[in-house]
Antibody, heavy 123, light 106 residues
Framework: EVQLVESGGGLVQPGGSLRLSCAAS????????MDWVRQAPGKGLEWVGR??????????EYAASVRGRFTISRDDSKNSLYLQMNSLTTEDTAVYYC??????????????WGQGTLVTVSS | IQLTQSPSSLSASVGDRVTITCRAS??????LAWYQQKPGKAPKLLTY???TLQSGVPSRFSGSGSGRDFTLTISSLQPEDFATYYC?????????FGQGTRLEIK
């Protein structure tokens, strides 16, 4: 069974940093692109960013709203995905979901999601 | 690419046939997925590639469309279908979602 379990959320002050983790199991992690998607309270879904797989050199993509502040990384030896968040603002308050991506004609959609971890940015 | 869903909210009854539309600001071929989200839960994939049903999803759900215009249809609403539905394009970065359609019980 595919499982994605996020951790690391919590309360952080504006300007602070936080690192989220996502532990994956039940599939061959190294083969998949992995993404972070967030959802502000009462709002819709917003894609945060992606890391491609080893076959595609672990390259990354980011939403404009987080580029330069957030960094996605992965450790295939630990089946883990990470999101380093710096210079946080109140606008970053959200539930952060880890999502596995799956290919369709070499375009990748989200086929499995974790349960999410809440990040609250407040003084 | 901006995705616009309509309606934003919808009231319907068990057994009704419901259609939600998603329009892209430019063509995305068939690189569109639909997700269902219930309160306090993670989204769940329903369809991808515009019309391919994800394994395990009931056959009352169906997707169609290509280019800019897409639809998600639920042929006969069941009590567990009342949720929020999102379309998402995976053709080009940044990946984007529609604003969501909240399906409520009438």
């Amino acid at each position: 069974e595919v499982q994605l379990v996020e951790s690391g959320g919590g309360l952080v002050q504006p300007g602070g940093s936080l690192r989220l983790s996502c532990a994956a199991s039940g599939f061959t992690f190294i083969d998949h692109y992995m993404d972070w998607v967030r959802q502000a309270p009462g709002k819709g879904l917003e894609w945060v960013g992606r890391t491609r797989n080893k076959a595609n050199s672990y390259t990354t993509e980011y939403a404009a709203s987080v580029r330069g502040r957030f960094t996605i990384s992965r450790d295939d030896s630990k089946n883990s995905l990470y999101l380093q968040m710096n210079s946080l603002t109140t606008e970053d308050t959200a539930v952060y979901y880890c999502a596995r991506a799956f290919p369709f004609n070499n375009h990748w959609y989200f086929d499995c999601w974790g349960q999410g971890t809440l990040v609250t940015v407040s003084s | 690419i901006q995705l616009t869903q309509s309606p934003s909210s919808l009231s319907a009854s068990v057994g009704d046939r419901v259609t939600i539309t998603c329009r892209a600001s430019e063509g995305i071929s068939s690189y569109l997925a639909w997700y269902q989200q219930k309160p306090g839960k993670a989204p769940k994939l329903l369809t991808y590639g515009a019309s391919t049903l994800q394994s395990g999803v009931p056959s009352r759900f169906s997707g169609s469309g290509s280019g800019r215009d897409f639809t998600l249809t639920i042929s006969s609403l069941q009590p567990e279908d009342f949720a929020t539905y999102y379309c998402q394009q995976f053709n080009i970065y940044p990946l984007t979602f529609g604003q969501g359609t909240r399906l409520e019980i009438k």
